[in-house]
């Protein structure tokens, strides 16, 4: 099993942090990992994504031009990404950061209104772990017991307490998993 | 509603406009991170520029740091600089072009660390150049390490635990050094945290400009300034902090004024 | 006695929501908007159009130029 | 099996550092691999294996500080990327003339001048052609994975003693800034000053005690015929070294007719190509240079006698073609492809590329 | 015919700035060329000329004074030797990246590391391979005599000038130590203010006017897809040297089964070792490049399918044999000869090799 | 004449030897040329080493300047540097090895023009290290060129016409900025023009070894020297000419001694 | 006509100078001149030579390995330079600064009591004048006028009324050259 | 009344002649020799050597180290 995903967006929607405890989930299912951002002073406020691949085998390229699976979450990141997911793959993208939706009709597409939810939840910062709990939902190649031992692997001892809030927006996120189309 | 829309309406006329974008700046927004200090100098520069109506005479030499865009934002020729030699690049433009203004815009990584073989040297030439050094106490730029101004005790990303004497030597006062040597013309140290401060900071900065119209020497403008992203704090406690950590350490004011120093103690003893 | 009004004009697509000019304004004319501006920023504006003397220190404090200050004498 | 994690680049360097018993590290920031201090200054290793960690006021003084430090016998380092590497440029020539086993790290960055902070491959000449004054070499080990990060700390250290010669840890900004998984070393001990006299006594600047005479760490010599012998005595060793220490990686060679030439994370990319074109059909294989110095002669000799060609790819314009066309020696084709500006080529661009300039053609 | 003159390389280097019009030196002292910026002092040129002469306080304070007067449009200079132009390395890549036309030379010494200040031709790869980081070319001219060390100034600002391009005077300790006679120039004016506008108005820092947008003298640029369109636009110059800029000269050639290649004074040496060989009824030539970027291709690769063997002598490790033996890519035998340390081979010495290697072989 | 033989004999015997070479100093002639400070301060440095017994502690780091062959004289270990990165050298040493003693050994070019950086964030760093500084206000090296410390009206190789502050700018003062410098313990300016000058001298550089001994911050000694060769005089002139000339600018005496700076003003205020 | 001449002695002995006026004199009977001199920082006090080509033809190698003249004036430079005289070729030397005379056989062999000359001459800086002369002697490929010429050309305004004096000294060695061999 | 006497044994092969010992002896022991040693420099010797203290002034002030002092007490 091989999964090559790009989550894509703005700077402050933690997206490589999203990426990083995907790694490390992946890590804690013994699986080879990669995750590779952008990076740039222009960051600040600027667009971030990263690409992460899962896989069983030794991973070669980081550099990709097609993806499995493409979690959008911004307008910019729509433009450039869309088109980047393989026949049959899948996209993921919260629609408040977009105004052009997607059209593409050979792939699988899923909605998650993470922004809307997060404000919901009272917390803005969970927006990220409700976007991944939706992407695990539409593509459960992670079990959720590893994001957890992800979470507690990867965040330094005095921000344990977030775990809980983390794996409930991961929840709320599955739970709110819209489908546009599968094909 | 309707009625204050109405004199508002009233009030804003271009007749009453009283302070607005100085056209020596480009229409592009610049990259700079909310409230950074940055942003207020280039708009002084600009102003002073436009007021002396010396755009067509000046030449800025940018930094490597968080400015090193800064010719994107001022509407005035540039030359890049590598990290921490502006001060030969300006060297090189002014002696070159003497009749032209030339300007250098360091930070405190740039300016009190690389460069400081270039700094001190080009003041103690005393070149006719004016520099600006934004002192900040980080290194802005490749992420909040510490600066060459960074206080002991301070948290960067290479002081986590706060600087220390042992491990990481003293704050360097650059500025204080600079005042002593023979070749600067006018050194202050300023702030633009208020809009009182910001006045003087920029009579400070037209006066370097004005001063650099006569060849006197070197003129030097420090501002004290706030990198709210590198030391992770709201652009408003960044100034608060800055007036109560920073300013004890690098006290407002001018530190020389006058011009280059006289020859006569520094020559051969008369026959 | 001439008294003095004032108003300013925000170009809310540049201004980055740093706060610096409410916090410098004496008359608390400022406040930073509910929304945001295309950037994600919420962005200054009058939030007491009534108050403002046009003292130009929140255009002087500001990091972004996008403060125009406008001022007129009244009998 | 030693512990695993998800890291960056530059942060196993640092991590690989410590735990490989590294005396010090002197260095200053620049992008992309401040992380290295960063994480440097963050372990406060000076607090548990009495590493010294220090920020210097420039490469230039990081530099020097590493020479001082390795004339001591002690297993030093630094790190930056291109610009700052090219400011090192005479400290390096020092180090090799004296020579001084030290491990300089250079996560590049697109030139020249400022350039851009993104990814490139193009100080491959300065690294492997000595960008310093004079004849000298570095050996160049060109990491492609996190995990080699890790490796070629503690294995650069080891062969810069072999050698007493500065080695040359060639990354760039992706190898720098990716998060792999990564088995880490166990902490092993620094050296004793019991074992820094054994290993080094006979040279570092240790104290002049009675029994022996003075050493002194330098690179001057202005006797001509003592510095010829000098620098011969420095070829000899380059030349020691491309017997005992060349190291490369090859996949699917053993049949191919078509064979890519990569290294660091172009050679990962390069990799999917391989799998891309063999997908098609095409007999295509990838040799990558571990050791960009020294080079790997002898394996692309034997390939040039039997395959169709050989196409370089470099985030360059064209660096290291040279060094395989002049082991080709005109014996079959060689090609090269690359990007520039910090664009990374996606495999299919590369397959694209080989179908083009090789195979197609 | 212009003034005769018996003078040092060094001094002709300054004599010829000033007449061709130079706007400026800034440099720092260093041995073996000193009498460089000594005797600029003492002609006071800024009196006459107006030229503008500056003692920076270190080389990385000349090349970046150097940077911002080329980026003003005016022709300026500076020079060093060897350890010095490895701290250039940074600033070099700067100039070349901003596309900055100005003159540097290299009075090369031994290297590597303080070395010996006797002469050497170890920076024949940090010169035409860049020292510094990125991809970038420096033209390389290499002066065999003091009369070309006074021409080459105003061909290298003429060259620069034609393609915003750093030009570096590749010499060595025996050309600037040396005493020839030399032709001089007569004096040229610097170009006016009108001219300099003319030729660098659409690119030079002159003060922005109204009726243009600002010019930036920059080599940075962070958008991947414009830097990689620089560094195209930056090779393509290069080949554009290639076509139109590649100078040699070679001696005998004509009727030779063997051709020695050097440059610069290695080239005065071979050219007497040619009459010695020839005396002895050896069909041996002499192809002298001339310029060492763009590298004489053409015809060395010309020779290549007709005569029986190069030989390179060099004084350095081999350098250049290996642009030499790409450019024959196995077509005939390349051989090298060279000493080190400052030692400088005579020319019976370089017969003896050549029977040895190549002749006799 | 005999008689005279016989009560020299009479005197020369070890028992009465006040005062001969240090064992610490090689059998080797150096390459100095007649009358040069060098030979002077090495004399003293391989003296107080011998007094203090810390010969196999102590590791020298050697410039690029006339003393670049000092390790060929002083018995001891040695690192060569590059040019004006001797600070930087000894940094690298006395960090990992703190338990040695490391002195460095420069000229004015290489301590205050091309090494400026160096030397200036070296002690502001308070590295335990002794630095002596060989001013001799020209680089005596490669022939006699303007050195940072060159007065106004000297001639140099590339100052002919006598330094000029136009052209070339002013005579740097370094130790005076050193001493202010939060890092030196102390710093001291001297000169061994005389007997007694060299006692001086001798009692300087043994409290400067002494004091590093204790890690108390950068130990800074200038020598204000002579080149006889650069200043084209005979020795005895040479001396003469910079009791004259060079005294008044560079005044000798103790500038700073007690130790680094305190902390204190360098900190973060207190919460 | 080609004369290559290799002059040695001490760094004080004026070797370079008169290697200078000997070049420049070439220039001015209109030859191609090269001088090429040993240089370092071990001048001080320590041995120098130069080499000293006339030509009529363009020049090749200023780094020769035999000479047509040696010009030897410390024992140093005997040790080195005897032996690469050629055969049929000169050695010209100042007895003074010598221990062991040249032994070989088949060159000419002339002497000039320089240092003695110059003593007696009342000018110790006549010495390489004296030398120069005694060469001349020996061998004529310069005019004398020629050198007066080129002593115009190099030396200094200021220094030309030293000129007759320098005159005056080659007269003195012309003089006083002491034949030991011819072959 | 103890008096001192001295004198001093210059190592004449070392000597440079530079002459600073000469000048800095307070009883005109010194003086250059009109012979040269084997490197051509008039070296340092005993001129009067009855006058010397052994103060050692000349041997401080000498660069090349070539002098050694010897002293003692007479009654
Ligand atoms: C030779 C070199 N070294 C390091 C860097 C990386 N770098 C870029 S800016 C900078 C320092 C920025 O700090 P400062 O000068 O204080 O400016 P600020 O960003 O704080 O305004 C550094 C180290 C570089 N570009 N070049
Ligand atoms: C990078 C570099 N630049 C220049 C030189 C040449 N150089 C050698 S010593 C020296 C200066 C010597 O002056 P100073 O430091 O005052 O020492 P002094 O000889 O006067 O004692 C210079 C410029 C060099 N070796 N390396
Ligand atoms: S990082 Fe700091 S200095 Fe740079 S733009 Fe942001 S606030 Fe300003
Ligand atoms: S002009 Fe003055 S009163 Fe008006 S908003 Fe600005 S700061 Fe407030
Ligand atoms: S100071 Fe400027 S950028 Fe900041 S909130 Fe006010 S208007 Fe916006
Ligand atoms: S040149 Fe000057 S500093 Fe150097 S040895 Fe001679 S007198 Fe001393
Ligand atoms: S010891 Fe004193 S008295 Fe004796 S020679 Fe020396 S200086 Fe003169
Ligand atoms: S001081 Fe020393 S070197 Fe100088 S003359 Fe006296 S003994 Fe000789
Ligand atoms: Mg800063
Ligand atoms: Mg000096």
Known sequence: MTEEIIIAGFGGQGVLSMGKILAYSGVMQDQEVAWFPSYGPEMRGGTANVTVILSDDRISSPVLHEFDTAIILNQQSMTKFEKMVKTGGTLLYDPNGVVKHPTRTDINIYRVEGARLAVEMGNPLTFNMIVLGAFLKAKPVIKVENVKKGLEKSLPERHHRLIPLNLKAIEVGQANLEVVQTV | MAEVAERLKDIIKPENLIYGKSPVLNNVTMHYCPGCSHGVVHKLIAEVIDELGIQDKTIGVSPVGCAVFAYNYIDIDWSEAAHGRAPAVATGIKRIMPEKTVFTYQGDGDLAAIGTAETMHAINRGENIVMIFINNAIYGMTGGQMAPTTLLGQVTSTTPYGRNVDLNGYPLKITELIAQLPGAAYVTRQSVHTAAAVRKARKAIRKAFELSQQNIGTCFVEVVSTCNSGWKMNPVESNDWMVKHMFPLFPLGDLKDGGKDKTDGFNLQPQ | ?75 | MGELRLMKGNEVIAEAAIRCGCDGYFGYPITPQSEVMESLMAQRPWETTGMVVLQAESEIASIHMVYGAAGCGKRVMTSSSSPGISLMAEGISYIAGSELPCVIVNVQRGGPGLGTIQPSQADYYQATKGGGHGDYSLLVLAPASVQEMHDFVALGFDLAYKYRNPVMILADGVIGQMMEKVELMDQRPRWTDEQVKEITGSWATLGKTKDRSKHVITSLEMDSHIMEENNLRLQAKYNKMKQEDVRYETILCEDAEYVLVAFGSAARICQKTVQLAREKGHKVGLLRPITLFPFPEKPIEELASRIKGFMTVEFNAGQMVHDVKLVVNGKTKVEYFGRMGGILPSPDEVEQALLQKLIGG
Chains 1, 7 share one sequence.
Request: with cysteine; glycine share 6%.
């Open chain 3, 1 to 75: 006695m001439a008294k003095v009004i004032g108003a300013v004009v925000v170009d809310s697509e540049v201004c980055k929501g740093c706060n610096l000019c409410v916090v410098s304004c004496p008359t608390k004319t400022l406040g930073l908007n509910r929304d945001v501006n295309s950037k994600g920023y919420h962005y200054s504006y009058m939030e007491n159009p009534d108050t403002c003397i046009g003292c130009s220190n929140c255009s002087s404090v500001c990091p972004d130029s996008c403060i125009s200050v406008y001022r007129m004498k009244i009998e």
